[in-house]
């Protein structure tokens, strides 16, 4: 069993940057894909990023590509989503998940955390 648990939401003016972590429990750093996805409010799940089990295979929606950063330390289990550039149309739960072998579909993912809350203001 895995459990994940997401913080460093927040509200942030537009241009600006947050940092999400996800804390594992268990083998899920090393052994699954970790990936973050974001819901919107009105809106389907969609793909943001992933971290491949490797620890450096990285993969990016078109939409936050160099603005975003996935990374992950395996010594804390702890998998990061830095956040740069912010626009208002990022706002949304963000979600960290961890499948194998993982992908941008949600249904990739056996596990997830509760969410976190990003807001940016224009």
């Known amino acids: 069993q895995v459990h994940l648990v997401e913080s460093g939401g927040g509200l942030v003016q537009a241009g600006g940057s947050l940092r999400l972590s996800c804390a594992a429990s268990g083998r899920a750093f090393g052994t699954y894909t970790m990936g973050w996805f974001r819901q919107a409010p009105g809106k389907e799940r969609e793909f943001v990023a992933l971290?491949?089990?490797?620890?450096?295979?990285?993969d990016y929606a078109d939409s936050v590509k160099r603005r975003f950063t996935c990374s992950g330390d395996n010594a804390k289990n702890t998998v990061y989503l830095q956040m740069d550039s912010l626009k208002p149309e990022d706002t949304a739960v963000y979600y960290c998940a961890a499948g194998f072998p993982g992908g941008s579909d949600p249904n990739d993912y056996d596990y997830w955390g509760q969410g976190t809350q990003v807001s940016v203001s224009s």
């Open positions: 971290l491949r089990r490797n620890g450096y295979d990285t």
